[in-house]
Nanobody, 123 residues
Framework: QLQASGGGLVQAGGSLRLSCAAS????????MSWFRQAPGKEREFVAR????????QYRESVKGRFTISRDNAKKMVYLQLDSLKPEDTAVYYC??????????????????WGQGTLVTVSS
């Protein structure tokens, strides 16, 4: 089970830190991903992190602004959002899987979605 938190209302240029708590899985063996879904749009990939934290991947539009990290001891994954833009407004979700790193995790492949957290960026 995954539950995201930390969303809120922030002005453009501001920052937020999202958290995702995992339970019921061997967290340290899962790669973790963040997705988001803006109003009226499809869910999209944002960032992912390997099980040991050594590899990361970001969608182009968030590179240099967002940072994904994890704490395996606490079974938590984080997404630091900096330099936020209005187009970052969305519900953010975390996901876990154990596919090889070279395999993209698309929304259609996610077995189940936990509760997301809403990020609203005002201009």
């Amino acid at each position: 089970q995954l539950q995201a938190s930390g969303g809120g209302l922030v002005q453009a240029g501001g920052s937020l830190r999202l958290s995702c708590a995992a339970s019921g899985l061997s967290f340290s063996t899962y790669r973790m991903s963040w997705f988001r879904q803006a109003p009226g749009k499809e869910r999209e990939f944002v960032a992912r992190l390997s099980s040991n934290g050594g590899s990361t991947q970001y969608r182009e539009s968030v590179k240099g602004r967002f940072t994904i990290s994890r704490d395996n001891a606490k079974k938590m994954v984080y997404l630091q959002l900096d330099s936020l833009k209005p187009e970052d407004t969305a519900v953010y979700y975390c996901a876990a899987d154990r596919r090889p790193w070279v395999i993209d995790l698309t929304p259609a492949l996610v077995a189940s979605w936990g509760q997301g957290t809403l990020v609203t960026v005002s201009s």
